[in-house]
């Protein structure tokens, strides 16, 4: 997976319509090389043709449809996602939900990624959830999880990212959203750092939308985590 800078920072197009997108899209230019397409613009309409646009003007992208169903549906709509030429694709950390995953993209260039624990989430989120361990161990039970069956990455909060490169090393692509530019405000997110701190803890690509896309100036504040990505980079 590309490592420059530019590359490593995902900016989440979470707007409601296709030419709220595009426009967003136009304001960032040259300064955002990787978007994520998650629910609310896919459901809002127009989501999985602007995906196809953006892979087509040589951007990359991220499909966060988060996956989970019974086995057949799992498998044949990741062939269908594959089939839109997109970069990543988001399934559910359930180990039969990333077999079928694994299947429907066989033979295609797609890479999967598991969600493992939201980062909205704390431990008595998933106590609540009925989740008893917490959020560490369940992270770590679906990363090896995931490891085993073939998955090319994870997403995790940055605070596991650390242990979870020393543990599974260099080629598992680890993916944070929960990042939060100093004094951004964190909202509904539960376990954030900052660009370079993530950075620093191992994660290959940072996830950020509202303090990209909620800034007055998108453009300068997707450049300005981009330079503190760049900063926090060892040679
Ligand atoms: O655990 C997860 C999985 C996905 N997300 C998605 O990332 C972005 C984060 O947006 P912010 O505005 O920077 O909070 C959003 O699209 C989520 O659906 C996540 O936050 N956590």
Request: glycine residues 10%.
């Amino acid at each position: 997976m590309q490592t420059n800078a530019r590359d490593r920072l995902i900016t989440a197009l979470d707007v409601p319509s296709a030419d709220e997108a595009l426009a967003l899209v136009d304001r960032l230019g040259d300064a955002v090389s990787f978007y994520k397409i998650g629910m609310e613009l896919v459901y809002g309409g127009g989501g999985l043709a602007v995906a196809e646009r953006l892979v087509k003007a040589g951007k990359k992208v991220f499909l966060d449809l988060k996956l989970h169903d019974i086995p057949n549906t799992v498998e044949r709509a990741t062939a269908q996602v594959a089939r839109l030429g997109v970069h990543l694709l988001t399934v559910h950390g359930y180990p039969q939900t990333m077999r079928a995953a694994h299947a429907g993209r066989a033979g295609t260039g797609l890479k999967l990624l598991a969600v493992t624990v939201m980062t909205s989430y704390d431990d008595d989120d998933l106590v609540a959830a009925g989740y008893a361990e917490g959020v560490g161990p369940t992270v770590r039970r679906r990363a090896d999880q995931a490891k085993d069956i073939g998955i090319d990455g994870l997403i995790i909060s940055p605070h596991e990212a650390a242990a979870l490169r020393a543990a599974l090393g260099p080629s598992m692509l680890l993916v944070t959203p929960g990042v939060r530019p100093a004094g951004s405000a964190v909202g509904d997110q539960k376990r954030v750092m900052t660009p370079g701190e993530a950075i620093r803890a191992g994660a290959d690509h940072l996830v950020v939308g509202r303090p990209v896309t909620a800034a007055s100036d998108p453009r300068a504040a997707a450049e300005a985590i981009v330079a503190e990505i760049s900063a926090n980079l060892t040679a």
